[in-house]
């Protein structure tokens, strides 16, 4: 199993590819490895059931070339910050080695989204643990991407301990993608050429975003989508001096070796 240089952790399939999707995209391009796990599984949705969500899912991340993409079992809702939970979002990490983990940013509306920043950061400290025995037995449901190698461990290993135990793992660096919220990111991600597919990759969440009755009051329309998703990427895009962008916020400050090389112009 190849480990992977950035995994997104995101509470609801399609919260990637509305807050970091370019970004993830744009990284592949320069060839890394990445990935997204979905805490959820999308069972509470208005429109469409888990299973078209999966299906919806791995199509979205066959847009945005993740190598791999999971699910947890976490219900959808009910994200909640418990030992069990990070153990699951920890086990994932040690199994998929990122050195880079996106998490949402920790304050907004949907609990569950708040409630997974918490969640991850602590998953995150966790896995780096010596004394945290972690086994392989897994709770991850796993997509088949393009260019996937499948879930490391689903189904194997049940109960195991001793040899088929995770070796440890933290990650160097924790960003969170701010969309969802009204914040001034620390730093901006220029994804003009991959704002497409990007938008693409939303666009595959059919259930959700085509224009049908049900939900109606609760989903806009698709040319309304549009716009929105292009106005809040032109607005972060504004402040990089680029046509569109993704925010993220890092909890560290900036690290300069080179005046002349600083990008974004400031009169
Ligand atoms: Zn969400």
Partial sequence: MTSLDILAIAAHRDDVEQTCGGTLLKMEQRGYRTGILD?????MGTRGSAADREREAAEAARILRASWRGALDIPD???????????????VL?????RVVILPYWKGRHPDHYNA???GYEACFLAGLGKLVVSRQSSVASLH????????SAGTNPGATGPADLALHRPFKIIYATLYYDVRPTFVVDITEQFEARFASLMAYKTQFSDQEAGKDLF???K???ARVEAMARFYGMLGGVDFAEPFVQKEVGLVDDLLMIPVKSI
């Fill in 220 to 222: 806009p329309a698709q």
């Fill in 224 to 226: 309304e989508i549009r």
């Fill in 145 to 152: 991407t393009s260019a996937v190698s499948s879930q490391p």
């Fill in 94 to 98: 040690r199994e998929l080695r990122p």
């Fill in 77 to 91: 809702g009910r994200v909640e910050n418990t030992w069990e939970n990070k153990l699951k979002v920890a086990r």
């Fill in 39 to 43: 805490l959820t599984r999308g069972e």
């Fill in 117 to 119: 920043s918490t969640l």
